[in-house]
């Protein structure tokens, strides 16, 4: 039998323990719940499913930690032992003890069967369980001791193996060393041949060395003359560039100035003609509110001098300031 059958027959153990748990418990809930419920005052009534449930809990502790400890092939010891046999004793007695007040034969033989098969099934089931699970160690040794001999075999056969590479390695290293020896005698020839030919190289090489350091020095001259005369060139055309740079700005504020002239006299026009009676076109106010703004006047004061109520000059002042204003007046012009 191999690991998975094992396996599988554990799985159907315990598939089957746990049917006849559910099944047991079950029915002695429904069994005793009714006797206790009649052993019970009327306002605790309530209660009695309590007690098959706490039973039934220890049953499933009881039938729980012996399979873990069948599988680790553990011994929990002598309580173990007491809580599984009291727990059953406990649920064989509340399940036939209706039936045996009322000297009912029949049925406490019918109400014994449940827990004398829980008890039966909760002693085999760890037998059982023992039983596998001495035959896992069992298995599981022989498997070991197998691999075991496998590796033996395996690492014979690898020391073998080095053994015989390590005497190849021996012979051709000693084949090597004889190639290297007559390889260094050549070597050593190639060299000192090597060296003369070196040597008048190094003479032609020098030479060359004295001719192109000339021709660099040369060329090294020439390069220096044609970058001062190309730095005299840039520094002339920076000057004239500076030079018309300064003649447009002089130029950009002369223009700027008379600009500001030619508006403050044109204000001064506007704002000369002194308050009027009536309101003027809207066009020709704007322009009167615009230069009111750019003197300075109060907002009453560019009132009269266009004829508009303070508000609507007001208004045309806060888009003055906020920008606006003067896109407008450029549209109005």
């Given at each position: 039998m191999n690991a998975a059958q094992i396996r599988?027959?554990?799985?159907?153990?315990?598939?089957?323990?746990w049917l006849i748990?559910?099944?047991?418990?079950?029915?002695?809930?429904?069994?005793?719940?009714?006797?206790?419920?009649?052993?019970?005052?009327?306002?605790?009534?309530?209660?009695?499913?309590?007690?098959?449930?706490?039973?039934?809990?220890?049953?499933?502790?009881v039938v729980r930690l012996d399979a873990t400890l069948a599988r680790l092939g553990g011994h929990g010891g002598a309580w173990p032992i007491m809580l599984r046999w009291m727990t059953g004793a406990m649920t064989l007695a509340l399940n036939v003890a209706d039936s045996v007040l009322t000297r009912d034969l029949v049925g406490a033989s019918v109400h014994s069967v449940a827990p004398l098969l829980l008890i039966v099934t909760a002693e085999t089931g760890l037998a059982y369980r023992r039983a596998i699970a001495a035959a896992v160690t069992e298995l599981n040794a022989r498997e070991r001791a197998e691999k075991?001999?496998?590796?033996?075999?395996?690492?014979?056969?690898?020391?073998?193996?080095e053994r015989s590479a390590r005497e190849e390695r021996e012979h051709k290293a000693a084949l090597a060393r004889e190639q290297r020896e007559h390889e260094a005698n050549l070597a050593r020839e190639q060299r000192e041949h090597d060296e003369r030919v070196r040597?008048?190289?190094?003479?032609?090489?020098?030479?060359?060395?004295?001719?192109?350091?000339?021709?660099r020095e040369r060329a090294e001259k020439e390069r220096e003359q044609q970058r001062a005369e190309r730095e005299r060139r840039e520094r002339e055309a920076a000057d004239r560039r500076e030079r018309e740079r300064r003649e447009k700005e002089e130029t950009t504020r002369r223009q700027e100035a008379e600009r500001r002239e030619r508006e403050a006299r044109e204000r001064a026009v506007l704002l000369s003609g002194g308050p009027v009676t009536e309101k003027l076109p809207e066009d020709r106010a704007r322009v009167v509110v615009h230069a009111s703004f750019g003197e300075g006047l109060p907002v009453r004061a560019a009132a009269e001098l266009c004829g508009w109520s303070v508000g609507w000059v007001s208004a045309r002042y806060q888009e003055h300031r906020d920008g606006t204003g003067l896109v407008l007046e450029g549209a109005a012009s």
């Open positions: 599988s027959a554990d799985k159907a153990l315990s598939a089957g323990t748990v559910g099944g047991a418990m079950l029915y002695s809930i429904l069994t005793v719940t009714p006797l206790a419920a009649r052993h019970t005052p009327d306002g605790w009534r309530w209660t009695a499913p309590i007690l098959p449930l706490v039973v039934d809990a220890a049953v499933i502790i075991e001999a496998r590796e033996r075999a395996r690492t014979e056969a690898r020391e073998r193996a040597r008048e190289e190094q003479a032609r090489a020098e030479a060359r060395e004295r001719a192109e350091r000339e021709a």
